[in-house]
């Protein structure tokens, strides 16, 4: 690890934690004379190589940009997953697994994972990784196709909503050549950046990949959820019982963000150790906080009023070259009656911005929200308290087709900018 003291935290499906884990950082935090804890949630991620990489790499210029702080750092591994296809900017190719194959097929890593996400389907993982490669004609294969994903989420439960709106997602449930083919003329959309003009609709099974992804992010995302408010915010209530002088700064990328934002509403009674959250393209609603949903007032966030948990601000820090999210969030999570079909671009417009993520756009509906770029952010404008949205595409643009630059957050800027969200001189 590039930083020390570093402790590792490893959850379950459930959100238990590692014993050994919790008792060690409980154990030495205050032996080790932390006074600020930097504590980061991967979001999709292989394995634990991978997500060690991240921090590693992430937490590196800390030191140098606050030499005279008390630092200490906590890498959370959660059973998450990456599809091998995603590029991740200045990762080295010993940990990013080798890219796959042209075309829909599944490869091996990602069907490792996905084996790993969907316990005991590994029949139906065989099965759909057949009629990718064999891509049948006519609407039945896509049908067959559509049936295999469903299965994969029955029993997996259902993901704990965003906002008080959210129900199952219209992908999961639509005709699947439908689904299919919307996903296919989005891909090539986000290939095509001159523009839609001139090219007809791709075959539907180029996207039937992109909805098996999506059933992946769907499995996720709820999981993020329940470790965050299940496990690491009651894990922090004994944080703050065991060493109250200890100042904890939340960190999470994707659906990592979701993860450490969820643990607001799991920190138990009146426990406040949290100084600072700052979420990196996070893969959840830019609704979540809301007061009042702009289409139904009588609606709201999940975890409406949980930034005031926070004794500092909540940043958010989005990017529109974040293809994943600009593009195929929208297009994934819009509910079944939500009849309208869409294309690459025209998906923002069409859709509207009820299906935003916060990694996109930055949170909405929340009154007071601050609005800053990256630039005012590092000069010192960042709020005291409350949500402050920071446009980060200055330094978050790389990445090719399909997650464009969702994973390009390893930037010493992004360091500075926690830094800076919790005060740390």
């Not at 804890?37 to 140098?64: I, K, M, Q």
């Not at 948990?309 to 974040?322: A, K, N, Q």
């Not at 509906?365 to 595409?393: F, H, I, K, Q, Y």
Request: with cysteine; aromatic share 8%.
């Amino acid at each position: 690890m590039s930083v020390s003291p570093y402790w590792e935290l490893t959850f379950d499906t459930s959100g238990d934690v590692d014993p050994p884990e919790r008792d060690h950082l409980l154990a030495q935090v205050t032996e080790q004379g932390v006074r600020d804890l930097v504590v980061f949630a991967h979001g999709w991620n292989e394995d634990r190589s991978a997500a060690t990489a991240l921090y590693r790499r992430f937490f590196a210029p800390f030191p140098g940009l606050a030499p005279k702080a008390h630092l200490g750092y906590v890498g959370v591994v959660w059973p998450s997953m990456r599809f091998s296809d995603e590029p991740i900017p200045d990762f080295p190719r010993s940990v990013v697994a080798t890219e796959a194959a042209p075309g829909p097929a599944l490869d091996q890593d990602t069907r490792r994972g996905l084996l790993i996400a969907f316990p005991d389907r590994a029949d139906v993982i065989d099965q759909v990784a057949r009629l990718l490669d064999e891509r049948p004609d006519g609407d039945a294969g896509l049908t067959e196709f559509g049936r295999l994903v469903r299965l994969l989420l029955d029993g997996a439960g259902r993901t704990a909503a965003d906002t008080d709106e959210d129900g199952e997602p219209a992908v999961f449930t639509e005709e699947p050549a439908t689904a299919c083919a919307e996903f296919a003329g989005a891909l090539a959309a986000v290939a095509a950046p001159g523009g839609t003009e001139g090219f007809s609709l791709p075959n539907p099974w180029e996207g039937a990949k992109e909805l098996l992804r999506q059933a992946a992010y769907y499995q996720m995302k709820g999981r993020a959820g329940t470790i965050g408010e299940h496990g690491l915010g009651p894990l922090l209530g004994k944080l703050a019982a065991k060493a109250p002088g200890v100042r904890v700064h939340l960190v999470g990328h994707s659906f990592g963000g979701r993860l450490v934002a969820f643990a607001l509403r799991g920190l138990p009674g009146q426990a406040r150790p949290v100084k600072s959250l700052t979420l990196l393209e996070g893969a959840f609603s830019h609704y979540v906080f809301a007061d009042q949903l702009p289409d139904d007032p009588h609606k709201s966030g999940a975890l409406k009023d949980q930034q005031r948990r926070i004794d500092g601000p909540l940043v958010c820090c989005h990017s529109h070259f974040d293809a994943a999210l600009g593009t195929f969030y929208p297009l994934a999570s819009r509910l079944a009656g939500d009849d309208r079909s869409c294309l690459g671009d025209e998906i923002a417009a069409v859709l509207g911005p009820r299906w935003g993520a916060l990694g996109h756009d930055g949170v909405q509906a929340v009154p007071g929200t601050a609005r800053l770029d990256l630039a005012g952010a590092l000069a010192g404008r960042l709020p005291a308290s409350g949500c402050a949205n920071v446009d980060a595409a200055a330094v978050v643009r790389r990445g090719g087709p399909p997650a464009g630059a969702h994973s390009d957050i390893l930037h010493p800027e992004l360091a500075r900018v926690v830094l800076a969200a919790g005060r740390i001189a």
